[in-house]
């Protein structure tokens, strides 16, 4: 760098830093005995973090920023909680703070935060004539978004963190205590980052029904109450993302899957499960291809991460199932008939809007033979509406997993010879129609 | 003629380019692998099913940065032979290594965006994620 270091170039620095340690870690073994030096890596950059984000939003300055609710510091609070928690966790399972091992990333997230820290005076007073930017919330957010990134990148490292830890020579259970593992992390960091949420949502994760946590099956019934909740608003919402749609498929197939496996369940709940497992992998199989400008919610993400495995391990026989399990099992196969139907609704509004759209290479021939303009996009293998054929044939499978039947036919068809070269046994490719 | 899993992978990992279509052509194989496998008969295969979703929010990583990041791709839809399952995870092994490899060179190149960085970074942790659930013991 010539000249002095501006704040961008050292949080930009700082982010490169991170994702490289990160990406370090999972490339590369650690030095046997190197593992609690990289905890005390993580540990100096969530610290560092830390106190950046408490330096953006000037705690010292503004006490009362937390009372403030507007949807500009919402995003900021989420952040600082989150990372309140983070720090918490990780000081109440031992890692204490510093005197942290040396660490490029937290080193250059210090010197930003010290950066700003020469803006004000120790009573929060401004010092230079750009402290009047740095104090205003909307621009607080924005500084806030990178480091909402980079503690996204630094907890989707924990995982893998551990493992190397273990590795290098660490004792399982030391790990354990000092990483514990954590589910949804990316679905919490990325809702600590506010983004991208769509305006307007963000409040209802507040109003959204608590989840009994009276054991396995009153967590499994909480869960698939709030996912048929969200089922059912996502078909009024203006914009739905079709990763939430996925997200209700693939958590349909594992949930059905798992049923299909509960010995005792009686033939024909096993055999109802079994099919509607396959139609909704068809659903699934017919989302994986769409596309749509808006995200998921996140919020249907972590039921759906809770609730898959919830049914992974009442699958896997950790719970012994008896007359109340089955019972709770035929009531969560209800709900997902009720979602079948509610889902389908979605896709079609959506579709009705353009707003779903489709590869070039996944259209059959039938399905662009009416439509130059999306002959014109299976040639250049670009995004297009999705063709009727297609929404047609994904309402079957819709139908035929609310019927808890095996789907006719399927939704998709294989890439053509022009995008793939290789094909498994058995299958031929189709033709360009 | 069918090609087998292993050969077809092989072909893939030797002949993707080092960047991020080649990237996510090797995340989408081995995604959609992974998938078959644990669509196969017999018991749930958790460890696949959480490695499938890992790989897909990969997947997703990718073209929510770059939507246009598939086009034209090589995309692979294999269908693995469920008889020899290990064979397959060997495979979506080997697709996850050189799509390490390929993250990896990528993240330390400084002419990339500082948001590419990022999102390579977590790219990057949901491979070793799917790995480590792929590598869990099958029921």
């Given at each position: 760098m010539t000249g002095p270091a501006t704040y961008g170039q050292l949080t930009e620095l700082a982010c490169r830093q991170l994702a490289e340690w990160s990406t370090r870690l999972a490339t590369e073994r650690l030095p046997t005995g190197a593992g609690m030096t990289a905890i005390g890596q993580y540990r100096a950059v969530l610290a560092a973090l830390d106190r950046h984000a408490h330096q953006v939003t000037g705690q010292a300055r503004h006490p009362l920023i937390d009372e403030l609710d507007e949807p500009v510091t919402r995003p900021t609070r989420a952040l600082r909680v989150f990372l309140d928690t983070l720090t918490r966790t990780a000081t109440e399972s031992g890692?204490?703070?510093?005197?942290?091992?040396?660490?490029a990333a937290a080193r250059t997230w210090n010197a930003a935060s010290d950066l700003l820290a020469t803006h004000f005076t120790s009573s929060g007073e401004p010092r230079s004539p750009d402290a009047v930017h740095l104090d205003r919330p909307g621009g607080q957010a924005a500084a806030l978004q990178r480091v909402a990134a980079a503690v996204t990148v630094l907890q989707a490292a924990v995982p893998t963190l551990r493992l190397r830890a273990a590795q290098a020579g660490v004792a399982w259970a030391r790990v354990e205590t000092l990483l514990p593992e954590q589910r949804d992390l990316m679905v919490a960091a990325r809702r600590a980052a506010g983004a991208?949420?769509?305006?307007?949502?963000?409040?209802v994760t507040v109003a959204r029904p608590g989840v009994p946590v009276d054991g396995r099956l009153g967590e499994l019934t909480g869960r698939v109450r709030r996912l048929r909740h969200w089922a059912w608003r996502l078909a009024t919402q203006p914009a739905p993302g079709v990763r939430t749609l996925t997200d209700f498929a693939t958590t349909a197939v594992i949930v059905h899957r798992a049923a299909a496996d509960l010995?005792?369940?009686?033939q024909p709940l096993t055999q109802r499960a079994r099919d509607a497992a396959t139609a909704w992998a068809g659903v699934r199989d017919g989302l994986h291809h769409l596309r749509t400008a808006s995200p998921g919610i996140s919020t249907v993400r972590a039921d759906a991460h809770a609730l898959q495995h919830l049914a992974l391990e009442l699958g896997a026989g950790i719970d012994c199932p008896d007359r109340h399990a089955i019972a709770v099992t035929s009531a969560v196969l209800n709900a997902f008939t009720d979602i079948a139907g509610w889902n389908a609704a979605t896709v079609t509004q959506l579709a009705s809007r353009r707003g779903l759209l489709l590869r070039g290479r996944y259209m059959t021939g039938s399905d662009i033979t009416d439509h130059p303009d999306l002959a014109a996009a299976k040639l250049s293998d670009c995004l297009a509406p999705i063709p009727p054929g297609y929404l047609d044939r994904l309402n079957d499978a819709y139908a035929a997993a609310a019927a808890g039947r095996s789907p006719a036919r399927p939704v998709t068809v294989r890439p053509t010879p022009h995008h793939t070269r290789a094909h498994g046994p058995g299958r031929s490719a189709p033709g360009l129609g | 003629m069918a090609t087998p899993v292993p050969t077809a992978v092989e072909v893939l990992v030797e002949n993707v380019a080092r960047d991020l279509p080649g990237l996510w052509s090797l995340l989408y194989a081995a995604e959609l692998l992974t998938l078959r496998l644990a669509d196969g008969p017999g018991r749930l295969d958790a460890g696949a099913v959480t490695a499938g979703m890992a790989l897909r929010d990969a997947v997703e990583e990718l073209e929510w940065t770059?939507?246009?990041?598939?086009?034209g791709a090589a995309a692979l839809d294999l269908e693995p032979d469920l008889a020899a399952r290990d064979r397959g995870r060997d495979a979506v092994e080997r697709l996850l290594r050189a799509a390490l490899g390929i993250a990896a060179g990528l993240v330390i190149?400084?002419?990339?965006?500082v948001d590419d960085v990022l999102m390579l970074a977590r790219v990057v942790a949901l491979i070793g994620h799917a790995r480590q659930q792929l590598a869990r013991p099958r029921p």
């Open positions: 890692i204490h703070p510093g005197p942290h091992p040396e660490v991208p949420v769509p305006a307007g949502w963000d409040g010995p005792g369940a009686g | 770059h939507p246009d990041v598939g086009t190149d400084p002419g990339l965006p």
